[in-house]
């Protein structure tokens, strides 16, 4: 999936005869929507879509802008489209087209143009937005978001982009579009003073179920409305996309809790604390005259005043027996729900108990069998050992008795040679003795002649000196 930082900054742009449409992504440093903040309440956006892949665009026709669009990248799906009320025009002929710098921001062109003739000129077509081919033989088409039937002719040409669009069913399609222009134009504009002062939010939430694999179907489409006229009021629209005929209406708080996590719609909640109970009673009143099929008139003609009185009187007598079926139907349905998922509870828990039995029963048997396996296998390892120790203690046995033996034997057999021995040992010794006793003799008196001689060398010495001191040298040399 690819994503796309809002940090990226180009021009998108069609050639339209008599003009051109383009839609122009906003960048980081740019507030809100830059110059499209001006279709939400106070010029402050919806808060809490803060997801990388959510990039805000400023969908423009001549050089004006005509609404604000949150397009996700990863969905390939508008999240919401922000517009207000203008004069209907008969609609124009579909005239589908893509944004090549959405999927390749460094290509030189920067108009919407037909799929078709760029190909092979835009890298990577397709990777952040759906294409016309990916509801072809779908079972889908492209509904608008912000519906071309609410928009002027200047204004319904801008709405021909597929970052306006959501895959639905044609029958869904037809539906939403029917309803949400009757929600806008018979309910909501009728009870807000200043038409400019209506605010028009129509979103999309993505579920899991994708056009081939790539492009999300919506779980849900919703409209949040805000009038911040003196006399404000706000209100929510939910459609169901499983049920084309569904259309609940809700307050803008409880329709952001269906959407993401911190999400703020309007600015203050659209003045909620001071907003007029009567006006947000008659709106309601005539959306579900609108759901119970009933038409609401708008002519100043009298006649049809009375006509229009009679009509929503006969809405308020029928609208509790439609609000009371309603609940029947909600609580046979919550009821239904309720006793499927207790009998789901109740098959879930016995057959987690019966699996946990078979799985604790099989861990047992499976660590017996292996303790079995185990006793098994080590006998034959401990009959192995037993043998072997035994043969190495027979073996010891009889190296200790030869042992013994040869000790035993050793003792008489030594002192017998060693006896035998003696004479022959004593009479080999006689000359050695003899030898060693005349070098002993030898040497005594060798000693003896030495000593003498040394003892007369010394006197003589002695008496040489003496005779040197003592005697005069003149004398002597007479």
Known sequence: EGTMKTSIVFLLCISVFPGFSQGRVVRDDETGFAE??????????????????????CQQYNKEPRFATLYSTKDKIPLYSAFKFTKPAQSQEENWLVEPQIDDPENDLHEMVHE?????????????????????????????????????????????????????????????????????????????????????????????????????????????????????????????INNENSLADLTVRELEKQLLPGVHLFKGNCGEDKQSQEKREAVLEAVSQIRSGE???????????????????????????????????????????????????????????????????????????????????????????????IFLGFLQIVQDVMSLTYRILSIPVGFILHLAAFPYHSICAIPSVLKDMATGIGGTFSLVLDATGAVLHGVCYLAGHIVKRFVPKGSSDD
């Open 116 to 240: 078709a003739d760029i190909g092979g000129t835009v890298a990577n077509l397709g990777a952040n937005q759906a294409l016309t081919s990916d509801y072809v033989g779908s079972g889908y088409e492209r509904g608008l978001l912000n519906p071309s039937v609410l928009n002027e002719e200047d204004f319904q040409v801008a709405t021909y982009t597929l970052t306006n669009a959501v895959p639905l069913s044609p029958a869904l399609s037809k539906s939403w579009h029917r309803d949400i222009g009757k929600v806008v134009e018979q309910a909501l504009v009728p009870h807000c003073s200043k038409m400019d002062h209506l605010y028009l939010l129509a979103g999309a939430i993505p579920s899991s179920v994708r056009v081939k694999g790539k492009v999300s179907v919506p779980e849900s489409l919703w409209l949040a409305a805000c009038c911040d006229a003196p006399e404000g009021w706000s209100l929510g629209i939910v459609k169901k």
């Open 295 to 389: 038409q609401v008139e708008t002519s100043d003609n009298q006649e049809t005043k009375d006509s229009g009185w009679v009509r929503r009187v006969a809405g308020i007598i029928a609208t509790p027996f439609i609000k009371l079926l309603e609940l029947l139907i909600y609580i046979f349905v919550e009821l239904v729900k309720f006793v499927f998922y207790f009998l789901w509870l109740v098959v879930k828990r016995v057959v987690g108990t019966v699996l946990d039995g078979v799985y604790s029963l099989w861990n047992g048997m499976v660590s017996y069998l292996k303790a079995v396996s185990m006793v098994l296998i080590s006998i034959p390892y401990d009959l192995g050992r037993v043998i072997i120790n």
């Open 36 to 57: 499209c903040n001006v279709f939400f309440p106070g010029q402050v956006p919806p808060e809490g879509f803060t997801e990388p892949f959510h990039v805000k665009i």
